[in-house]
């Protein structure tokens, strides 16, 4: 058996996708990019390849993606995030839905792609203020309210108020609105339905700005936040697609690029 | 995957984006000033009612929509309607707006035509006045016709000197109140016009008493707490209006009793003018009273001018209180869509020394074009006074908040230093 890796190097996260000969995700691994990107990428992919008993020589076209992309040196090639990220998302959504923009929120930045009837991707844009409304953004929020990321979607829901909109763009500073915010007694419930609506009221202008259409699908980490896909549905106005692992979507295009590469060899 | 949670509704996330901005805007009322005023809650709740719970004040009226405050309320009250001035100031109807508007139009306006795009109304008018005024409200009302509402144009001169201009001003008042008439199936009365004169004067006497209490040594109430008081008169019930205002004079009585002053000590005293703070765009004023300093009068639309002058009656019958009605519209209004508009650098000059202030503070909406270009006469004048005064061009986002901060922090600064070296 064949096996193709894709490997995206972010600035928060290592992700490691495995792909068959057909394409399919058969393993997958996240671990935190940490101080030392290029052995922790090493190690992390060894112990994939373990736990999914392959045989390093079974591994036939390795692609990176990511910031640290170029750190990889013994991938066969690498590509953008923006391309893999597309690719990624259209292999992940096959036969369910038929994806024409993707949001993603990673750990410092946050990006819009949108695509035309073939898949290939026409336009993209990227955030341009530093964290704003990016994963790292929604950590400090957590930790200022003094809850954990993951309990953010259940205080979202449960929030009976209006949302408390948070007008800063940069993480520092709405850190001190919050701290304002619990300092007034207001609910954690409002504050975060409030940074939830912030963020996507952010993000939704910035797919607007590539020309968003319905089927939208929206990946990253962030994504695992129910509350703050919610937030993002109504700002938009329709239901949006989210994968079953929304972080690695990025390095399983990876890992179907690394499949294509070697089948368009092969049969040249 | 997909979530099981249902989708709002675009005038249901309209009504929420509404919301959000309105809590935002109270909250910074009740919460960033040191000596909130205890009876400004019955205006926090009017306004969380109609903005945040949605919810309509005046079922069974009718309802008169005005394009701008020159349409007269009094021949409206005495018609047994409401009026419902429609000058917007939520940023989410001007990103409505905008797309049915040019990019370099007045956020006011364009807030106005996005709500009326989404026809999404707590309190619908049944009919909308919209007067001749400045040129994008003259416009914006054929706007709001295609929309498929009833829009009524109601010539209103630009010119206010001459002898013309008042005769047509006049006539187009009798027209607007024949067509009101027929529309209401209600008859303009002696008494009906007389009591409604009456209580539209008592409610900007009210106002002047609170005026008053401003020009002490001491003041009692924030610029930001009486925008909000006076633009609530653009959509309240008026006679639940006049009593919560009583209140509050009762507590501002209080207040100059016990000596509370709601600013610091060296805070200066500022005198706004410019394009109208419309709730929740208090973006300008909140900066300014976040600023150490403190808004002591005004002179735009939504404040000063709406309530400012009386109608004068020389004889209490029918005609004459109409043209009365229609001078006080005219010939008392500084708006910059005057050819010559002296007036409002005169009464900015009175205002700063009835009040004792120690500067102006300018703020023209981006793409409200008359007060941009008055900007360069009221400058000049001020220059010519020795009064100081500050120029912010702004919009509705959100987005500037930093820079206009620290425009304004550097020019309440300067204030402070003026008023010690003259010490």
Known sequence: ?268 | MHTEHTIESPNERQNRHKAMEAVHILNALKEDFKSPLKSMDYFYDLYEKVYCRHEPLHEGKTKIGTMCIQIPSEIIYALDAVPIRLCNGFYTDDEIGSDLMPQKSCPLVKATVGWFASDNFTDKPSIVYSPTTCDQKTKAGVILKEFGHDVIDVGFPRTKESEESRAYWRESVKHFAVNLSKFQGKKLTRSNMENSIKKVGYAQSLYHRLCDYRKEHKVPILGVEMFLITNAFFFDRIDSWMSAVEKILLELEERKRSSVHVAGKASPRIVYTGSPPIFPNYKIPLIIENSDALIVADESCSSNRMFNDMVSVDEWNLYDMIDSVSDKYLKACTCPIFTQNDDRIRRIVRLVRDYSADGVIYQAFAGCQVYEMEQRSVLAAMEREGIPILYIESDYSPSQQGQLTTRVEAFIESLKNRKRMKK
Not at chain 1, 92 to 109: E, F, R
């Open chain 1, 1 to 268: 058996m064949r096996y193709f890796v894709g490997i995206d190097i972010g600035s928060t996260a290592i992700k490691i996708s495995v792909a068959d000969e057909n394409k399919n995700l058969v393993g997958h691994k996240i671990s935190a990019s940490g101080s030392m990107f290029y052995k922790y990428a090493q190690e992390a992919l060894s112990e994939l390849l373990k736990e999914l008993n392959i045989e390093s020589d079974q591994v036939i076209y390795t692609v990176a993606t990511g910031y640290g992309r170029k750190l990889f040196k013994e991938a066969d090639e690498n590509i953008s995030e923006i391309t893999a990220n597309a690719i990624g998302a259209q292999q992940a959504a096959k036969g369910v839905a038929q994806i024409k923009t993707i949001i993603n929120i990673g750990g410092q930045d946050s990006k819009a792609i949108s695509l035309d009837a073939e898949g290939n991707v026409v336009n993209f844009a990227m955030n341009d203020r530093c964290a704003a409304g990016t994963g790292k953004f929604l950590d400090v929020v957590a930790m200022n309210l003094e809850i954990g990321v993951d309990e953010l979607e259940s205080y979202h829901f449960k929030s009976v108020g209006t949302p408390l909109s948070i007008s800063s763009t940069c993480a520092v500073f709405a850190e001190s609105e919050i701290i304002g915010l619990l300092g007034n007694n207001h609910s954690v419930e409002d504050i975060v339905s409030g940074v939830h609506y912030s963020i996507a009221k952010r993000i939704v202008k910035l797919v607007k700005r590539v020309g968003v259409k319905e089927g939208v699908y929206f990946d990253g980490g962030p994504a695992l936040n129910g509350g703050l896909v919610n937030a993002i549905e109504n700002e938009l106005g329709y239901k949006i697609f989210i994968p079953e692992y929304p972080q690695i979507t990025t390095s399983y295009g990876a890992a179907v690029m690394a499949c294509d590469a070697y089948l368009s060899e092969s049969v040249s």
